[in-house]
């Protein structure tokens, strides 16, 4: 396996040439760009802001961040998802013409998403100089760590997901079903909170998308540390998704060129 990160690794520029190609091709003659990976969750953080902050009685000042940073991270969980089940098939032409890792095309796919999250994010550190500076030291020193641990996690996600989707065509749909359902049961827009007591306070705590979005909420939106437990969730789903993409190389990528 460890010859297989080496491969990954002399690949490193053809990824980067991906990455920048597919940014390119997405923001083809717009005359925004890239700005547009700030501007869609933003927008849709405020209406859903005022439509559940007025239904749910909450502060908007507060409620409106907490939103907007579950989109952000919402968005790279799920784009890793969705993008990840096409990044094999969309990748077919180069896979044909020469031998690469089957692994890259996935990372690529999260390079892609990591960017967009790291510009969308931008936004919200505006938010904290004007209305929460202090919290703004903080948030310089742990959101690297924070968005690399986002990159650690999606690779395997989107691995795993271009790997079954390429062998069985019908999983990309049931994704989105269980995503969507996933969309529920994680804290995007409500907050654990509301929820002292049932079934879902538990959900909550054993969701690892709950210590996801504390990685980048404590320290943009409290000025605090995330706490050792999510960084140990964090991981420890990054771990057991690795162990299982290493057995889904190991045991199938020399056959997935035949599902093309």
């Given amino acids: 396996m460890q010859s297989y990160f080496y491969k990954v690794w002399d690949a490193r520029y053809f990824i980067v040439y991906l990455a920048i190609a597919e940014l ?11 700005l547009w990976t700030m501007i869609t969750p933003l927008t849709l953080s405020l209406i ?9 009685k909450m502060d908007m000042h507060d409620y409106g961040p907490y ?15 969705t993008l990840g089940c096409t990044s094999l098939l969309l990748s077919e ?22 960017l967009s999250f790291a510009i969308a994010i931008c936004g919200l550190l505006i938010w904290i100089v004007f209305y929460k500076p202090a919290n703004l030291i903080i948030s310089i020193f742990v959101l690297p760590i924070s968005i690399v641990c ?7 996600i989107a691995g795993l997901a271009g790997f079954t ?8 749909q049931i994704t989105t079903l269980g995503m969507q359902l996933l969309w529920y049961v994680s804290p995007v827009f409500f907050q654990p909170s509301m929820f002292n007591s049932g079934i879902l306070s538990i959900v909550f ?10 990685l980048v909420r404590a320290p ?3 000025g605090s540390f995330p706490t050792l437990i999510d960084y140990g969730f964090v991981l420890g789903t990054a771990l057991v998704l690795y162990l299982i993409f290493a057995l889904r190389i190991y045991f199938s990528e020399k056959t997935l060129i035949y599902y093309f």
């Fill in 67 to 81: 939103i907007y940073s579950g989109m952000l991270v919402w968005e790279f969980i799920n784009s890793s998802v």
């Fill in 165 to 172: 989707n390429l062998k069985y065509r019908d999983f990309g």
């Fill in 220 to 222: 943009l939106l409290y």
């Fill in 48 to 56: 859903m802001t005022f439509v559940l902050g007025t239904v749910l």
């Fill in 205 to 214: 705590m054993i969701n690892p998308i709950t210590h996801i979005l504390n």
């Fill in 150 to 156: 986002l990159l650690i996690v999606g690779w395997p």
């Fill in 24 to 34: 390119k091709y997405k923001f083809r003659r717009s005359k925004l760009g890239l």
């Fill in 93 to 114: 032409p180069y896979i044909k013409q020469y031998r690469q890792p089957f692994a890259i095309y996935a990372l690529k796919t999260v390079l892609v998403s990591i």
